[in-house]
């Protein structure tokens, strides 16, 4: 038996999304941690960080429009660096100060 295949086993991204949506602290934290990544130049998981933020918090289609992208663009810029490019910093920094509003 795979690890895909064992019941047991959960994907970390849904845990995070489970706590963050049950969270508002945790969600918080979430918000406060990608900034800080972003400060020390941890652009690839400041995005990551975002994109648990944006989906747990709902606010992927308003995202999406701040960055003028679709929301599957808005996921994937954010979700996977090697496999669809990363987010800029421009865009990251835009992105922090929307959601502190």
């Known amino acids: 038996m795979g690890k ?3 019941p047991r086993l959960r994907d970390i991204e849904e845990v995070f999304l489970e706590r963050a949506r049950e969270d508002p602290e945790f969600l918080k934290v979430i918000l406060d941690e990608a900034e800080e990544l972003l400060a020390e130049d941890e652009v690839g998981t400041c995005g990551a960080m975002l994109k648990t933020y944006i989906v747990a918090s ?8 701040l960055l003028n992208k679709s929301e599957e663009e808005t996921a994937n810029l954010l979700g996977s660096p090697g496999k669809h490019g990363a987010a800029s910093r421009g865009q990251l920094e835009k992105l922090i100060e929307f959601l502190k509003l």
């Open 58 to 65: 709902e606010k992927l289609t308003d995202a999406a429009a």
């Open 4 to 6: 895909q295949d064992d």
